[in-house]
């Protein structure tokens, strides 16, 4: 189980940036090199995902969210990072890195490994 | 953009089968993977590829896919099995989950 995502920032006032970080340097490289996702949950509502970095540093995201999400990994493969610029309140919600498993021929997708999940709330 | 649709809830008797249902377009071409998420905790995957299990999943919990459905079995239901459901897939370079469906073991 990947550790406990570190705060970043449980607090966001509206039309900032969020800025969570993941340590997933416990996580096993048994099975090749790790991809990551970042998943959220507003209070009462359903999964919604919010983007990935497969293990090259290419990168996809939820259209939905009109290029306001940005993910990064560090080089050392230790952090995995998500910035969500202009938040609003609708960006409220519970948010979880997960081990994205990714496989490209044939291709598949699913997460395997999850965090405990952070809470954020945006509010001035 | 691709659509799933869950049954919002699904309730089973105590030591009956549930079945929950995933559907979607043609979904029996494409990888179905399914959540179990309790209160308060973080999702656990259940079954990947259709009808995989991870080797700490109960063998209760089975998968199928096939048409338009997508379908979650879980044999002789305890309470613990109580929790919320997800299916998921990959479609345009997305991740699409369904709305979920909160099963309620009676």
């Known amino acids: 189980q990947l550790p406990l995502q570190e705060p970043g920032s449980g607090l966001v006032q509206p039309s900032q940036t969020l800025s969570l970080t993941c340590d997933v340097s416990g996580v096993s490289t048994s099975r090749g090199p790790n991809s990551w996702s970042w998943i959220r949950q507003p209070p009462g509502k359903g999964l919604e995902w919010i983007g990935y970095i497969y293990h090259t540093g290419r990168t996809y995201y939820n259209p939905s969210l009109n290029g306001r999400a940005t993910i990064s990994v560090d080089r050392p493969m230790t952090q995995v990072s998500l910035k969500l610029s202009s938040v609003t309140v609708a960006d409220s919600a519970v948010y979880y890195c997960?081990?994205?498993?990714?496989?490209?021929?044939?291709?598949?997708?699913?997460?395997?490994?999850w965090g405990k999940g952070t809470t954020v709330t945006v509010s001035s | 953009s691709y659509d799933l649709t869950q049954p919002l809830s699904v309730s089973v008797a105590l030591g009956q089968t549930a079945k929950i249902t995933c559907g979607g377009f043609n979904i029996g071409s494409k990888n179905v993977h399914w959540y179990q998420q309790k209160p308060g905790q973080a999702p656990v995957l259940v079954i990947y590829r259709d009808y995989n299990r991870p080797s700490d999943i109960s063998d209760r919990f089975s998968g199928s896919n096939s048409g338009n459905t997508a379908t979650l079995t879980i044999s002789s239901a305890l309470d613990g099995d109580e929790a919320d459901y997800y299916c998921q897939v990959w479609d345009s370079n997305s991740v699409v989950f369904g709305g979920g469906t909160k099963l309620t073991v009676l």
């Open positions: 997960a081990r994205a498993f990714v496989r490209v021929n044939p291709f598949y997708y699913y997460m395997d490994i």
